[in-house]
């Protein structure tokens, strides 16, 4: 069974950090480009971040220039490194393999960003 565990959000003031981390079981992860998505209320969900098995990365416009992802792909685990946080960015967090089908989605981290 695969899971997908997210982890590291929470309540921030705008321009604010967060680290969050993905934790991945019963994936060949380092054969996977994974991705990092949010979803807001009333809106769909979208994927701000992606990165190859090799470490190859690319962005939403959105968050370009403050957020980077990484993996440790012994670890089988991802990483969002999210700097100066907008309101715009609450969200709840899932990770995920980056190309369809989607592996099940897990539960999320949210993200709220709030003054």
């Known amino acids: 069974q695969v899971q997908l565990v997210e982890s590291g959000g929470g309540l921030v003031q705008p321009g604010g950090s967060l680290r969050l981390s993905c934790a991945a079981s019963?994936?060949?992860?380092?054969?996977?480009?994974m991705g990092w998505y949010r979803q807001a209320p009333g809106k769909q969900r979208e994927l701000v971040a992606r990165?190859?098995?090799?470490?190859?990365?690319t962005y939403a416009d959105s968050v370009k220039g403050r957020f980077t992802i990484s993996r440790d792909n012994a670890k089988n685990t991802m990483y969002l490194q999210m700097n100066s946080l907008e309101p715009e960015d609450t969200a709840v967090y899932y990770c995920n393999t980056a190309r369809t089908p989607n592996q099940a989605w897990g539960q999320g981290t949210q993200v709220t960003v709030s003054s």
């Open positions: 990165i190859s098995p090799a470490g190859s990365t």
């Open positions: 019963g994936l060949i992860f380092n054969i996977y480009t």
